[in-house]
């Protein structure tokens, strides 16, 4: 059997995709600029240091990392070389527009149309809201409970790093997923303060939301993040109030089990809270 690559293996997405691969046997060659001591290292946006890692693979995890014009080159090169790119896109991506209306789709949409134009057999993930995204609170729950923000009522399906890695493994691995585009969710939406509460329980200790002026937060969000993925983020959490995410059933149809609930990835990342 010929080794899987796994780009961004020591992330939270494809350090599971590399674990689970490798629990049913599947050789794998784990790619990152920092890899693990078993893996090999490479930058996605230098396609030079990619072409080694790819003698004797067909089938490739790809990520987006760094500028989406940056890792065209990369993709092109995966067109020469492999049969299957599965591509961790983002549920941003919105097939109904001639062009996209926010920065994440526009950049995971120029990887898809790379992809399609390199000729490999393809599988587009589009997940929505990262689970992984909540341990940005963790210095807060950890200092006083309280995680400030806006929109604490901001509806979405959260989903568990596992499950995105799940389909992953089953389309790298699998028939019948070549042209799809699978739309991942967790199994129900639920609010930011919710969250909260929910982290705060499985850490053992009390969490509370607490709302905060939009300003305020635009301004704490504006120190880490350009402003125009601040202002789709914030218009998209301003959205969820009134009009909840969607829960979508492609992670048990790939899987043939349900989505994990948000408490089980709280009790399994509890100790990054305490």
């Known amino acids: 059997m010929k080794p899987i690559l796994v780009a961004g293996a020591t992330g939270h997405v494809g350090s599971q995709v590399v674990a689970q691969l490798r629990a049913r046997d599947v050789p794998v060659r784990a790619l990152s600029r920092n890899p693990p001591p078993d893996g090999v290292r490479g930058d996605l946006t230098d396609p030079g240091t990619i072409a080694p890692a790819l003698d004797g693979v067909d089938t490739v995890f790809l990520m987006l990392a760094g500028s989406a014009e940056a890792l065209v080159p990369t993709v092109a090169l995966l067109g020469e070389r492999v049969e299957r790119v599965?591509?961790?896109?983002?549920?941003?991506?919105?097939?109904?527009?001639?062009?996209?209306?926010?920065?994440?789709?526009?950049?995971?949409?120029?990887?898809?149309?790379?992809?399609?134009?390199?000729?490999?057999?393809?599988?587009?993930?589009?997940?929505?809201?990262?689970?992984?995204?909540?341990?940005?609170?963790?210095?807060?729950?950890?200092?006083?409970?309280?995680?400030?923000?806006?929109?604490?009522?901001?509806?979405?399906?959260?989903?568990?790093?596992?499950?995105?890695?799940?389909?992953?493994?089953?389309?790298?691995?699998g028939d019948g997923h070549a042209g799809a585009k699978y739309v991942l969710t967790g199994p129900r939406p639920i609010t930011q303060s919710e969250q909260v509460r929910l982290i705060g329980e499985a850490a053992g200790r009390p969490a509370r939301w607490e709302e905060t002026p939009l300003e305020e937060t635009r301004a704490a969000m504006l120190a880490k993040m350009p402003d125009f993925i601040v202002d789709t983020m914030l218009t998209g959490f301003r959205e969820l109030v009134t009009k909840p995410g969607e829960a979508t059933s492609a992670v048990q149809d790939v899987t043939g089990r349900p989505a994990l609930e948000f408490d089980v990835w709280a009790a399994d990342h509890a100790a990054a809270f305490r």
């Open 86 to 173: 599965v591509f961790l896109s983002s549920g941003a991506v919105d097939d109904s527009l001639a062009e996209q209306d926010n920065a994440i789709g526009t950049w995971h949409r120029t990887v898809e149309e790379a992809i399609e134009a390199a000729g490999v057999d393809w599988t587009f993930l589009r997940p929505h809201a990262f689970a992984t995204n909540t341990l940005g609170w963790a210095p807060s729950i950890r200092a006083d409970g309280v995680v400030r923000g806006v929109y604490g009522e901001a509806a979405m399906t959260m989903i568990h790093e596992r499950d995105i890695a799940a389909v992953a493994v089953e389309a790298l691995t």
